[in-house]
């Protein structure tokens, strides 16, 4: 069939996305280039295939902490989505959201919380209120207001990102839980002490992961819950299953 055809190009384009799934960052990272060269032959410069794949090389090189290399490319992609796609596709929204954080992994804190208010605003009207998409954006713009230590404010979007992902994902989906134990750092940082251990429990209970767990004590943002009655109870009886582990063996 040949390198250049589509049937080719599409497989080639999965093994990339499964690559990276694994974490495979650099072999994915060649793959997708390589797919670009050649829809850039086949469809066009222009073509919305051709677009997502630089914006998927676009998330590989964030992934991988080179924001250096991601910047150039994801403006350039976002202006090429909004003038061929539209402001509203899905696949605009998304680069949107990656150049914002290009910018805040830059300190351009200023300039992300512009893009990411952006990206919520279309993406409440494109997918709807209730969308893990909307959660994530959600999710996005806590981070940033997390970042210039606007934690009162974060801790408003990230609330309703963990309501969505509640009732869409579920108690125990992995995003709901990493969500909640952001929130409960907020919340302690604000020094909602009760809210925050409460959402603790409601994570760890929820199979927040061993090595968040293990961190929970020496995590500066809890540092205000340290001495209390509850939250030391939740850190004892996190430590007890691996205590009782380790007698076992």
């Given amino acids: 069939m040949g390198t250049d055809d589509p049937d ?10 499964v690559l ?7 072999e994915a990272e060649e793959r997708y280039r390589s797919i670009l060269e050649a829809r850039r032959r086949v469809l066009g410069p222009e073509h919305p295939r051709t677009l997502k794949i630089i914006s998927d ?11 250096t290399e991601a910047e150039p490319l994801l403006p350039q992609t976002l202006d090429l ?7 509203d596709h899905p696949d605009t929204i998304l ?5 914002a954080t290009v910018f805040e992994n830059e300190g351009r804190n200023a300039e992300s919380e512009t893009l990411q208010r952006q ?3 279309q993406s409440r009207r494109v997918f709807g209120p209730d969308h893990p998409s909307t959660a994530i954006a959600l999710y996005n713009v806590a981070d940033v207001l997390y970042e210039e230590h606007r934690y009162a404010e974060a801790a408003v979007f990230l609330r309703q990102a963990v309501e969505i992902e509640r009732r869409v994902l579920g108690l125990r989906h992995p995003d709901t839980v990493g969500s909640v134990y952001k929130l409960a750092r907020l919340l302690a940082l604000t020094k909602k002490s009760g809210e925050a251990i409460s959402l603790l429990q409601d994570a760890v209970a ?3 992961g061993a090595e968040t767990v293990a961190g929970m004590e020496k995590d500066e943002a809890l540092k205000s819950l340290h001495g ?16 009782a582990t380790g007698q076992k063996n």
């Fill in 228 to 243: 209390n009655p509850t939250f030391d109870a939740l850190v004892e009886q996190v430590r007890r299953p691996a205590t």
């Fill in 81 to 87: 989505q909004s003038r061929v796609l539209g402001r």
């Fill in 206 to 208: 929820n199979g927040l």
């Fill in 57 to 67: 090389l676009g998330i590989v090189l964030v992934e991988e902490d080179r924001y």
């Fill in 20 to 26: 990276e799934k694994q974490g495979r960052f650099k």
């Fill in 95 to 99: 680069t949107m959201g990656n150049l």
């Fill in 119 to 121: 990206a919520l605003a």
């Fill in 8 to 17: 080719t190009i599409e497989t080639a384009r999965c093994l990339a996305v």
